[in-house]
């Protein structure tokens, strides 16, 4: 079954339940900070609010089309009402279009459906590399200096949201919500045994990247 995962900025009153249609299924994510971004497995689209507690929704949609693990990504922003300087702003720091609020998962759907949603479920092969390393997510395969790096699920996942994310501090909390670890609660030091287990695989494999411990922050993947 194909997924299409969707980033939403503020609470749905009626929810954040995936949705199955056909041969795909809808999955909700929500975005508090951009910091909290969840590594995106499949096609994605992200639904933003004008108006955001912490941040401006103008700024996180200039942001998302700056990162490039996210260029691909399609962006509505949802505006608190018709005012077409708001649509004239939206559109110029990113969005591909606007929809008026408050948002919910029914109106989020029907855009989707309304749209060629089969074509936003392809599949596509990705293949990020940062230096001599590469991370093929369809293969699910690291390699360093072209030979494979032996990883499971986790680590693997966690090595490719910090390729797409160099030289940022990511705190545990951050990277358990990144890994889409967040239903069910999870002791944050499970984080610090997945680096472990990362940390050693890479340097089985003969890695000289630095996954480096920030004192009372988190961990960092420096860029080399």
């Known amino acids: 079954m194909r997924q299409i995962d969707l980033i939403v900025s ?4 009626d929810g954040m339940q995936p949705y199955s249609h056909g041969d795909f299924i809808i999955t909700f994510h929500r975005l508090n900070r951009l910091s909290d971004l969840p590594l995106l497995d499949n096609a994605g689209w992200a639904f933003i609010e004008w108006a955001m507690p912490d941040s401006s929704g103008l700024e996180i949609c200039r942001r998302l089309r700056c990162d490039p693990a996210l260029a691909k990504i399609r962006i509505t922003m949802i505006l ?4 077409q300087d708001a649509r004239r702003r939206a559109l110029s720091a990113g969005a591909d279009d606007y929809m008026l609020g ?5 109106g989020i759907l029907d855009r989707i459906l309304s749209n060629r949603v089969h074509d936003l479920a392809v599949p596509q092969r ?5 230096g001599e390393l590469s991370i093929d997510q369809a293969a699910f395969q690291a390699r360093w200096q072209g030979k494979p790096i032996r990883l499971m699920p986790n680590e693997f996942r966690l090595l490719r949201y910090f390729v797409e994310h160099p ?5 545990r909390q951050q990277l358990i919500l990144a890994l889409g ?3 069910q609660p999870m002791d944050e030091r ?16 003969g890695v000289s990247y630095d996954l480096r411990t920030v004192r009372s922050l988190g961990y960092v993947f420096d860029e080399p």
């Open 126 to 130: 990705k293949i990020t590399t940062l």
């Open 167 to 171: 030289s940022r501090v990511f705190t």
């Open 10 to 13: 503020g609470e749905l009153a």
């Open 102 to 106: 408050p948002a919910t998962r029914r």
């Open 80 to 83: 608190n009402e018709d005012d």
């Open 190 to 205: 499970t984080v610090d045994v997945w680096v472990g287990r990362l940390r050693r695989a890479l340097r089985a494999a």
């Open 181 to 183: 670890k967040q239903e």
